[in-house]
């Protein structure tokens, strides 16, 4: 051997103090949703005092219908959101969420922090018939509507009117 040419070996050993589970949360979603929709989440990772939180590395979300048994919808996904597709109309989807940080730190799941219930049903609406003629440039136009069973109800109308074979034009919205 020569001299200064001695086998060397390094050893870097790098060792956390983070040792807390991060927390993550699905946030509110509306009580009533279409068959696709986006679900959103977050979380924070904290540490012990002294230590500094080393950061969420991936989240992993599942979702329960009608509060049944949990199914994995995202696993070790970076992102805060997702579109969820193929409700089915009727079902309650509720959604929990856990997090994974750097060190390794696994939070226990939670119970569901968010849920919606799916809505593919249209209402119905239809206006009351009219007389067949008026005197006067006024005259009253009512309507009503419904919506299925367990649906989200109706929010608002949207009127529309045509003169003779005219085209149809919004009144009220």
Not at 36 to 51: E, I, L, N, Q, R
Not at 92 to 101: H, L
Not at 115 to 123: C, E, I, K, L
Not at 127 to 155: E, H
């Amino acid at each position: 051997q020569k001299a200064g040419f001695e086998p060397r070996m390094t050893v870097i050993y790098d060792q956390t103090c983070d040792n807390v589970p991060p927390t993550a949360w699905v946030e509110t979603l509306p009580a009533f949703s279409q068959d696709s929709f986006t679900v959103k989440w977050t979380g924070t990772d904290s540490a012990p005092s002294g230590c500094t939180p080393v950061g969420i590395a991936y989240y992993d979300v599942q979702y329960s219908i009608n509060g049944g048994s949990y199914t994995n919808w995202q696993t070790n996904n970076t992102g805060t959101s997702a579109t969820f597709t193929g409700g089915q109309n009727g079902q309650t989807y509720y959604f929990r969420a856990r997090a994974v940080d750097k060190a390794g730190n696994v939070q226990p799941w939670g119970n569901a922090t968010a849920f919606t219930t799916v809505d593919t049903v249209n209402p119905e609406a239809s206006v009351n018939p009219l007389k067949p003629y008026t005197i006067g440039p006024s005259f009253v136009v009512s309507w009503s509507g419904q919506d299925n069973p367990g649906g989200s109800g109706i929010a608002n109308y949207g009127v529309q009117f045509r003169e003779g074979d005219g085209g149809w034009q919004t009144w009220l919205t």
